[in-house]
């Protein structure tokens, strides 16, 4: 699908699809950022959408990597609906007490909570623990499998009145906005995508550690992936599972991905959703990394969110080579 490359006027409805085409009748898709985030309106996700309206929503998506749409009302089986008009339902093996169990292909967030306690941490320490720098808690959806998925379908159900917002990255933004020279040296580079990267173990025994050593999951991505849709190349990298580039030195490594990903979340490459009950956020995960809130664990408000994800494919470098497993994963494999 060809990608339109004009520029919207921010102060006004976005009318044409990313393929040049008019949008299906009463859809409006109104850019909310400069490179990211679009507003979709005129669409009852719970309805039965017609093919002119899937595509139309599929053509902003790809343009715009993220978009929105506000007061719906899918409850679970609508939402495993809409998802599956683009693509297949990733089913997770293992999901926490919070998720409904006779819809395997729904993960609720509030899932997430109950991790630490798995590890014998109160929450809060968990996840400072594994974000313990301003970068490190951008990342793509399971980016450290061969086949991380295609895109992600977020519903929010119940929200705080202030605080929660999620933020999202363009990284074919990023990538065009480096120097020709670093473009090129990217291109030819491979990174190790690891689970558990960076995590500060607590003293003496981890249980968390152990964990990781037990289920270790990593693979080998091009620095630089081609869009399977839009050929746009995108700078794949992130704060949360990239280990290593490959061939480099560690201090290089580390002085060259800080740069890089100091590049991909920019301002000018975000967009932020303030988020309601009923809200929806739809985003390819192989274009964009996002930044789940950290502003709200202290308010105590509950936030909850639904999300189901599509099965992606394996990226592919600028020279044509695919990604490669490292340990813990295989294509198609949850």
């Known amino acids: 699908m060809a990608m339109d490359r004009g520029t919207a006027d921010r102060g006004t409805a976005d009318r044409s699809t990313a393929d040049g085409t008019r949008p299906a009748a009463g ?23 017609d093919d002119t309206v899937v595509a139309a929503i599929r053509a902003a998506l790809l343009r715009w990597k993220v978009v929105f749409f506000r007061e719906q009302r899918l409850d679970h089986a609508g939402h495993v609906a809409f998802a599956r008009r683009f693509g297949d339902p990733v089913v997770l093996r293992k999901r926490g007490g919070a998720s409904p169990p ?12 109950e991790l630490g306690g798995k590890f014998g941490m109160e929450h809060d320490e968990w996840l400072r623990r594994r974000r313990h720098t301003l970068l490190r ?9 061969i086949d991380p998925p295609a895109a992600t379908i977020l519903r929010a159900e119940t929200v705080p009145p202030y605080g929660g917002d999620t933020t999202w990255s363009n990284l074919a933004a ?38 990781l050593l037990d289920h270790q999951v990593a693979t080998l991505h091009p620095l630089v992936r081609v869009h ?5 190349r995108i700078l794949y990298v992130n704060g949360y599972y990239v280990e290593q580039i490959v061939d480099l030195s560690r201090a290089e490594s580390a002085a060259i991905l800080e740069m890089l990903l100091a590049e991909a979340t920019r301002p000018e490459y975000t967009v ?21 809130p950290s502003d709200n ?23 044509g080579k695919p990604s490669e497993p490292v340990v813990g994963t295989e294509v198609g494999r949850w």
Do not use: K
């Not at 859809?27 to 959408?49: F, K, N, S, Y």
């Not at 808690?137 to 499998?145: E, N, Y």
């Not at 030819?188 to 964990?211: F, K, N, T």
């Not at 909850?304 to 394996?314: A, I, K, Q, W």
């Open 228 to 232: 399977p849709e839009s050929g746009e």
């Open 174 to 211: 990023a990538y065009a906005g480096l120097s020709a020279p670093v473009r090129e040296f990217a291109d030819g580079l491979r990174a190790e995508h690891r689970l558990g990267v960076g995590y500060q173990p607590r003293p003496g025994d981890d249980a968390y550690v152990r964990h």
């Open 102 to 113: 006779e819809f395997p292909e729904i993960e609720t967030t509030a899932d997430r909570l």
């Open 137 to 145: 808690g951008w990342h793509c959806d399971h980016g450290a499998r």
């Open 272 to 292: 932020r959703f303030r988020w309601e009950p009923g809200s929806v956020a739809f985003w390819d995960n192989r274009a964009t990394i996002h930044l789940a």
């Open 27 to 49: 859809i409006e898709v109104r850019p909310v950022a400069g490179h990211i985030g679009a507003e979709i309106t005129g669409v009852d996700l719970a309805g039965d959408l």
């Open 297 to 319: 664990a202290h308010l105590d408000f509950p936030r909850t969110m639904h999300r189901v994800m599509l099965t992606g494919e394996v990226p592919v470098g600028v020279d």
